[in-house]
């Protein structure tokens, strides 16, 4: 079975200062969703990545409501895949693209790149196009924690 990973967006300090032996708090939204909903506690494993390829494997040393204290115990870097796995994708009605992205992201893609031809009825423009970056965003990161 593998750990359970978390992004290290809320890692004090920064995930690339830590060393091995380094104690880290990991807080906000992950640290919240660590210690209250998935309850783990002193004396676990788990996962922090950076989403960049950097993973540290800590030790849970004490946990509160809202975040968790860590001793890193190991540290490694993984290189990216090759070659790169890029979706393109269209835009679609019916949440049918957000789908796309989810089950694409779940299988490890490494990137997505939307697509509307100049015949679509789906046109980002404007605040449209940064509010459906953000929820393709939000979609596949979502996507890439479940997996």
Known sequence: MTLPVFLAEDLTPPLASLSVGESATLGGAEGRHAASVRRIGAGEWVDVVDGAGARATCEVSGSDKASLSLVVRELV??????????????L??????????????????????SWASQRAIVQWRGPKAEKGRAKWEGVARAAAKQS
């Open 92 to 113: 679609a009605k019916g949440g049918r693209d957000e789908a796309a992205v989810e089950i694409c992201t779940e299988i490890g893609i490494d990137r997505v790149i």
């Open 77 to 90: 870097r993984e290189d990216a895949s090759s070659p790169e796995v890029i979706l393109v994708q269209a």
